[in-house]
């Protein structure tokens, strides 16, 4: 079982960039959908950016343009480059693993912070 650490969360400036990174304790070559949620207070949980191992994206509208979503299956890891940050974005960031189509496997996330 795949164990996901997330990192380089922290507080920033709007308008500044920020680079999270996910470290998977297993073998992330033969999950096929690798991605990124948020989740910000007193909302749900949602999608930011998602990533096949065909290199396929698929961002969240509020999100696309600015942010970037990478895989490197060699050392296990996905990344998320953000850009261009906004209060907006302020949420407890979570990496996101789908072994199979019942599960899902997370991190523990990591605080971002976007002050105005």
């Known amino acids: 079982q795949v164990q996901l650490v997330e990192s380089g969360g922290g507080l920033v400036q709007t308008g500044e960039s920020l680079t999270l990174s996910c470290a998977a304790s297993?073998?992330?070559?033969?999950?096929?959908?690798m991605g990124w949620y948020r989740q910000a207070p007193g909302k749900q949980r949602q999608l930011v950016a998602t990533i096949t191992n065909g290199g396929n994206t698929n961002y969240a509208d509020s999100v696309k343009g600015r942010f970037t979503i990478s895989r490197d299956n060699a050392r296990n890891t996905v990344s998320l480059q953000m850009n261009s940050l906004k209060p907006e974005d302020t949420a407890v960031y979570y990496c996101?693993?789908?072994?199979?189509?019942?599960?899902?496997?997370w991190g523990q996330g990591t605080q971002v912070t976007v002050s105005s």
């Open positions: 297993g073998s992330i070559s033969r999950i096929y959908v």
């Open positions: 996101n693993a789908r072994p199979s189509v019942l599960t899902n496997v």
